[in-house]
């Protein structure tokens, strides 16, 4: 071995390699990747993972859920493993680097770690988490919300895409419904590497963000009644028009999170007019809609507000009506102190700048820090873009990412032995 494992790097050029190489796996048009969970594409990187992860000496076990961990054996097999990784899936519009990072990374710490002939105290243990993106089936972060016990495995499976496809169908044609139970694989830290997804790092020339908060949650499926008529026939005071409806919506949506801003952000994503006629006034609108907070006081006063916006707007509107559920709500996570000490530790011995950030976008560590000790590695991406095809980060960025990683874990888990 070359290097001491107090500096020791990843191999740049072979992390770099994975993430162009299984960028092919739902390449777009505009360098971007098309992946939705449980796809065939997703299921094609999913093949190649596991035998990478095989390939690298780790036993490869799946849950009932589809979510991959592959183990590392460590010298003290009475602990249980460092966790490391985070999820292979993208938007419809997605990049690169979202998610896949942090996997890749984690199957590159592994890889390093086996070059350099280094044993672990502690075994490892690289995750692959079903449905992070949650825009196939909701909620997002699906896989990890299950296996720490926020949803049942029933609950998930029966969960529908909008072709009426369920999770467990979807599973099943990719042949990922694995025979370990949700929740067995045990961990003892776990160690998620992102993109920052935002516009901080960049702007401030820092190259890790130490991830110690993440933003609260909540997600809205909504349902406006209304009545189908003709266009050019109802007069204005009778129509009962679910779109214009909407829009109402959709604007007290932006002024709510405005009012709460700086910290509060509000979203509709999605919108869909039932039988769409350029004639006819629309009769029946369903959409989503989102809103965050860092602060668990301000994602209480959003939810008030929208209530509020929801039922003003829909006595307004004759003959209109508005239903809203609730889907999904996540509190504010706080990360762990010591796993925080140990990444702003690594980054600071590697050399490399950093600050404390708080986390906008979710992520499968957000659940995992409900049952054991978590924090997160950010790293810049171009002008802060993601969930966009035009996503980008450097290879420079992705490695000192992943070199913070492999020595926040070698940290957690202990060195036994370097050859
Ligand atoms: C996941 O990507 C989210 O933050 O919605
Ligand atoms: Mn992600
Ligand atoms: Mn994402």
Known sequence: MSEKPSNLPVNSDRLWGTILETATFGATPKGGVRRLTLSQEDRKVRDWFKAACEAAGCTVTVDALGNMFALRPG??????????????????????????????????????????????????????????????????????????????????????????????????????????????????AFVELHIEQGPILEAESKTIGVVEHGQGIVWYDGHITGFESHAGSTPMPLRRDALATFSQIVLAVEAIARKHGPDAVGTVGEVTIANPSRNVIPGEV????????????????????????????????????????????????????????????????????????????????????????????FVPCKDGLSHNELEDATQADCTAGANVLLHTVLSLAGVANAA
């Not at 959003?302 to 916006?309: I, N, R």
Request: a negative charge.
């Open 75 to 188: 010298r003290d097999p009475s602990r249980a493993p460092i966790g490391l990784g985070s999820h292979l899936d993208t938007q419809p519009t997605g990049g690169k680097f979202d998610g896949i990072l942090g996997t890749l990374a984690a199957l590159e710490v592994v890889r390093t770690l086996n070059d350099a002939g280094i044993e672990t105290e502690a075994p490892l243990c690289v995750a692959n988490w079903t449905n992070e993106e949650g825009s196939r089936f909701a909620p997002a972060m699906m896989g990890s919300a299950a296996f720490v016990g926020d949803f049942t495995v029933e609950n998930i499976l029966g969960r529908k895409d909008a072709e009426g496809v369920t999770v467990k169908e979807a599973l099943e044609a990719i042949g990922y419904v694995g025979a370990a139970p949700v929740g067995s694989q045990p961990f003892e």
């Open 286 to 377: 369903n959409f989503t809609c989102e809103f965050r907070s860092p602060h668990a006081e301000i994602l209480k006063s959003l939810e008030t507000d929208f209530a509020a916006a929801v039922a003003e707007i829909a006595a307004g509107r004759k003959g209109v009506t508005v239903e809203i559920e609730q889907v999904w709500r996540k509190d504010p996570t706080h990360f762990d102190p010591k796993v925080i000490g140990a990444i702003r530790e690594a980054a600071e011995g590697l050399g490399y700048s950093n600050r404390p950030m708080v986390s906008g976008a979710g992520h499968d560590a957000f659940n995992l820090a409900t049952r054991m000790p978590v924090a997160m590695i």
